[in-house]
T-cell receptor, first 112, second 112 residues
Framework: GDSVTQMEGPVTLSEEAFLTINCTYT??????LFWYVQYPGEGLQLLLK?????DKGSNKGFEATYRKETTSFHLEKGSVQVSDSAVYFC???????????FGSGTQLTVLP | DAGITQSPRHKVTETGTPVTLRCHQT?????MYWYRQDPGHGLRLIHY???????DKGEVSDGYSVSRSKTEDFLLTLESATSSQTSVYFC???????????FGSGTQLSVL
């Protein structure tokens, strides 16, 4: 079946450091890919998405490129802030409600 | 912020008792979902609804039932709670299946 694998956390960075959170997926067909973010005590929020190969999703300084050849959708940010501390989830979707698959999440802590 | 309210926010109950969690939306979105979040597993779909009285099972539906008698309300029932159902439960809504889900703030359920 479909699956999403994220780098294990927790990840701890200093403010203004470069961030990469790795995400790879296994799926047949052509899934859409998402990054969701969960701030402490809250539900998940959509951060960015890409619907086809080579698409780049971006939002709030975060970027991720849909790489079909490496089945990856790595999340990057050039300069993290303390306010970026959260849990980040990679997910893939193939259209139906039962076909939205989440990774296990990566905890990011940014220190001042 | 999307208008999603989950109740209760926290609940402690005993093994064998019935429990009902409520999700209320003010967005008039067609799709509603119940997920559970457990360490190391990310989010897993329990049940979802694609309209009033239209529901279907997700990945981890055993031991759970749902009902949707009105567009705005989606109830999750644990008929006889077990300790393995201790988890954080999230309700989500979307206009189109699997596109940009909006999540509630979650319900922390502890089954003792």
């Amino acid at each position: 079946g479909d699956s999403v694998t994220q780098m294990e956390g927790p990840v701890t960075l200093s403010e203004e450091a470069f961030l990469t959170i790795n995400c790879t997926y296994t799926a047949t067909g052509y899934p859409s890919l998402f990054w969701y973010v969960q701030y402490p005590g809250e539900g998940l929020q959509l951060l960015l998405k890409a619907t086809k190969a080579d698409d780049k999703g971006s939002n709030k300084g975060f970027e991720a490129t849909y790489r079909k050849e490496t089945t990856s959708f790595h999340l990057e940010k050039g300069s993290v802030q303390v306010s970026d501390s959260a849990v980040y989830f990679c997910a893939l979707s193939k259209g139906s409600a039962r076909q939205l698959t989440f990774g296990s999440g990566t905890q990011l802590t940014v220190l001042p | 912020d999307a208008g999603i309210t989950q109740s209760p926010r926290h609940k402690v109950t005993e093994t064998g008792t019935p429990v009902t969690l409520r999700c209320h939306q003010t967005e008039n979105h067609r799709y509603m979902y119940w997920y559970r979040q457990d360490p190391g597993h990310g989010l897993r779909l329990i049940h979802y609804s694609y309209g009033v009285k239209d529901t279907d099972k997700g990945e981890v539906s055993d031991g759970y039932s749902v009902s949707r008698s009105k567009t705005e309300d989606f109830l999750l029932t644990l008929e006889s709670a077990t300790s393995s159902q201790t988890s954080v439960y999230f309700c989500a809504i979307s206009e189109v299946t699997n596109e940009k889900l909006f999540f509630g703030s979650g319900t922390q359920l502890s089954v003792l």
